[in-house]
Nanobody, 121 residues
Framework: VQLQASGGGLVQAGGSLRLSCEAS????????MGWFRQAPGKERDFVAT????????TYADSVKGRFTISRDNAKNTVYLQMSNLRPEDTAVYYC???????????????WGQGTLVTVSS
């Protein structure tokens, strides 16, 4: 199983970015996908998760209304559209795959390498 995250970068507060995570080596449509993030010096935190066909999504309260998770099973890719970004959103963002929908890191079997998002004030 391989997950390749991309799309991070430097953006000003109030701006937008779209992260992508392309999966390979397994049947993508059979796994729940999630995004997590880890700010410098902090633990890795849940951001969002999406069900097998994309109809169920869950968000952390801190990103609700600003971030949107989606997936394209034909492209084996999950996305995280981030809008109205804030400096506190600065972190390395990781995509991950799980067999069940969950906010818990330990429920995710496979992880991407992370992509850095930096939001300047």
């Amino acid at each position: 199983v391989q997950l390749q995250a991309s799309g991070g970068g430097l953006v000003q507060a109030g701006g937008s970015l779209r992260l992508s995570c392309e999966a390979s080596g397994y049947t993508f449509s059979r796994y729940v996908m999630g995004w997590f993030r880890q700010a410098p010096g902090k633990e890795r935190d849940f951001v969002a998760t999406i069900g097998l066909i994309g109809s169920r999504t869950t968000y952390a309260d801190s990103v609700k209304g600003r971030f949107t998770i989606s997936r394209d099973n034909a492209k084996n890719t999950v996305y995280l559209q981030m809008s109205n970004l804030r400096p506190e959103d600065t972190a390395v963002y990781y995509c991950a795959a799980a067999k069940i929908g969950s906010r818990r890191i330990t429920d995710y079997d496979s992880w991407g390498q992370g992509t850095l998002v930096t939001v300047s004030s």
